[in-house]
């Protein structure tokens, strides 16, 4: 298997007080979004973290295969 972890934001405003805190664990932070990647600027600019986005703006959601591609990807890229 892959050494990552998953977190699920249930609200975005206010953000979690405790995200900045978990954030600052990883060295890499993959963000999936269906949109124009709002969230990543979000993140960024409010935890200053190198979160990298992974948007998709199709009007279907992500594929498993998509997810697990781009997760490979970023692990290998050693962002």
């Known amino acids: 298997g892959l050494d990552v972890s998953h ?3 249930r609200y ?12 600052m664990r990883f060295d890499r ?9 709002q969230l990543v600027q979000l993140l960024r600019a409010a935890y200053l973290v ?3 986005g992974l948007s998709k703006v199709e009007g279907k959601p992500f594929k498993v295969a998509e997810l697990v ?11």
Request: avoid cysteine; hydrophobic fraction near 40%; glycine fraction near 8%.
């Open 7 to 9: 977190l699920h934001l």
């Open 12 to 23: 975005l405003n206010p953000f979690p007080s405790n995200l900045g805190d978990l954030l």
């Open 29 to 37: 932070v993959l963000v999936p979004e269906m949109n124009n990647g």
């Open 50 to 52: 190198p979160a990298e």
């Open 69 to 79: 591609q781009a997760i490979q990807s970023t692990l290998r890229s050693g962002r």
